[in-house]
């Protein structure tokens, strides 16, 4: 979208919107990042009525715009003229910048005023990138800043959209070579590889079929130092700055993937991939080897013989607790081999190699028979090691947390379903091991995941009061990670009693809905999934069915929200069945924002609301609609 507007005194061009005022609230708002994966602060629906827009002008006479603040008075948007001096050039935007916290975390720019944002940097929690669109279809086509981490993340998303323009933004370019006054010969091999890139990228997307663009979480790039190739030692006129190799770890649904970045050389303040990136723990070509590797055959046997067993990994997926003797040698033979690495290469190199340890432990632990306690036994061991040499370190916390995780997730699947006790013993010392756990490592990279298994654990248990303070812990402390905006829902959802229901979306059959439009009805929203089908979902709508028709014509509404990760689906399951009322769906399961906004983990979920569009009840179970119908009808 481009963005352009006139300011006070003039028109004001917003969209397709002319007004003669200052921009709205709304307006402000309105506007969004041109680039994806911005991490910036968007007011709540309440929010809005207590944020303000201000006129601003620059030092000197020279630019002029919109600062919208929130209720607390912190920064949320800025849009400027930053070259208006006159009359004749104060029409159009050229600056549009973005707040997390009241800190400007993103900003784009044009280089031209009135012309669309060709410039688009990151900055203060938001990172350091810094990317340029140069042929002006709104796309970054070149780095002038970018960190080896948030190239990684780059990588990951090109593989993940199958996006080769964006891949091709952080290859090294003919400019870079001859910054760099690379000999002829050290150049010409750089442009081989180049000239393949775009092949082994296609490759590599190929193989990966497992990672998913809307499931798919960047976790953490591991790298050995960088190495500095000295101008005086090789002969170059410039020292040389690079990393080897770098292993991107990534989760999908549970399961880590690893992705080599290949050579990577810092060109000023960016960082160039010299090749494309290959699939799994170790290439060849992209010679992912530590740098003890390249003078131990022995080492490089075993990175050859853990590449070999990657490639005949099992492609079963078992639930936790349910035994699967192939999983359970495929992963104790990865841990053993993964050993022998770590007894090869260097002390500062084996971090990586002691998680996947722990990875493929927690793997095999969760799926051995009841009496087979080996690889935990394994794994706990591991974990105490790190806890006695390192206590408060990354890599003990990333030790214990899987530890944690892999005997919560046996005792769960073990415990009888219909002893309440039993049940309410494993969460309640759940709980206890992530509240010390949190309390332990409150710098941990696992922190968010605790916390929220914390919350989700307590509203489990019907602690309703402690699951919302861990939501808004996370939600909080913890904003720019994935789950932040997860718990905010969900500590919304917490507290939603009493306060006016929002949600808005979009119909299977493509109509706009908005819920505030029901007032002066009873409205039963409904979230579901059609994996529930089977003795869930289908039977709870067919008394929501008759629910309607026994009060019929007492404005009684129905809204299903449909949380299936396509709209295909969705509107399978409604056409089979025909349940009633007015059907929403969103991309992304539970995953998109109509499960996010109020933090939906646990399908069902159903909520009241009142005539005067106020929540009654989130918690309301369907065999208890009668009661609450009723007693909102009688009033």
Known sequence: M????????????????????????????????????????????????????????????????????DPRGQHLRRFYNSKFTSAKDKTNMDLWSYYKDGVEVYREWATHNGE???????????????????????????????????????????????????????????????ALELPAAEAKRLRELQQQAVSKFQATVAKLTNLHKDKTRWMHLETSPPQ????????????????????????????????????????????????????????????????AAANDPELKGLFDELNKLDGAAPKET??????????????????????????????????????????????AAQVS???????????????DLATKQQPKSDLTAYLRFREMSADYAVRLASANPSDGKEFEKTQKAWIERLAKFVQDFPKAEDVPDALM????????LGDLVQAKNWFQQLATNYGDNPLAAKASGAARRLDAVGKPFELTGQTLDGQSFNASLLKGRILIVYYYWTGFKADGAVADLARLKVLLESNANKNVELVCVNLDNTAEEAA?????????GTHLHQKGGLESPLATQYGIFVLPTTFVVDKDGKVVSSTVQVSELDKEVGKLLEK
């Open 369 to 383: 028979p009841a009496n087979d306690k080996t690889a935990y036994n394994r794994l706990v061991s591991l974990a």
């Open 2 to 69: 481009r963005k352009t507007m006139l300011l006070a005194g003039c028109l004001l061009l917003w969209g397709a919107a002319v007004v003669k005022a200052d921009p709205t609230v709304a307006q402000m708002l309105s506007l969004k990042p041109s680039q994806p994966g911005v991490d910036y602060t968007t007011p709540s629906p309440q929010e809005e009525n207590g944020c303000k827009v201000e006129r601003v002008n620059g030092d000197r006479g020279v630019g002029s715009g919109y600062v919208l603040r």
């Open 318 to 363: 078992v639930e936790p607790g349910k035994p699967s003797p192939i999983i359970v040698a495929y992963n104790t033979q990865r841990a053993a081999l993964l050993q022998k690495i770590v007894n090869k290469v260097k002390p500062e190199e084996a971090d990586q190699w002691i998680r996947q340890i722990a990875d493929s432990l927690s793997t």
């Open 572 to 580: 399978a399951f409604v056409k089979k069945h025909a349940p009633p």
């Open 116 to 178: 669309r944002a060709n410039n688009f940097r990151w900055m203060n929690a938001g990172g350091m990138k810094w990317g340029v669109d140069v042929n002006g279809d709104g796309k970054i086509d070149a780095w002038k800043m970018i960190s080896a981490e948030e190239a990684s993340q780059e990588i990951l998303q090109a593989i993940v959209t199958n996006d080769t323009g964006r891949l091709q933004a952080l290859m090294i370019t003919d400019g870079d070579l001859k």
């Open 228 to 291: 500095c190739l000295t101008a005086e030692a090789t002969g170059l006129k410039h020292d040389i700055i690079k990393y080897r190799a770098g292993t991107i770890l990534c989760e999908t649904a549970g399961k880590n993937d690893w992705i080599q970045t290949g050579e990577m050389v810092q060109v000023g303040f960016a960082w160039r991939l010299v090749d494309a990136p290959t699939p799994g723990l170790a290439d060849e070509n992209a010679q992912t080897e530590t740098s």
């Open 453 to 460: 298994q914390l919350g989700m654990t307590s509203e489990t």
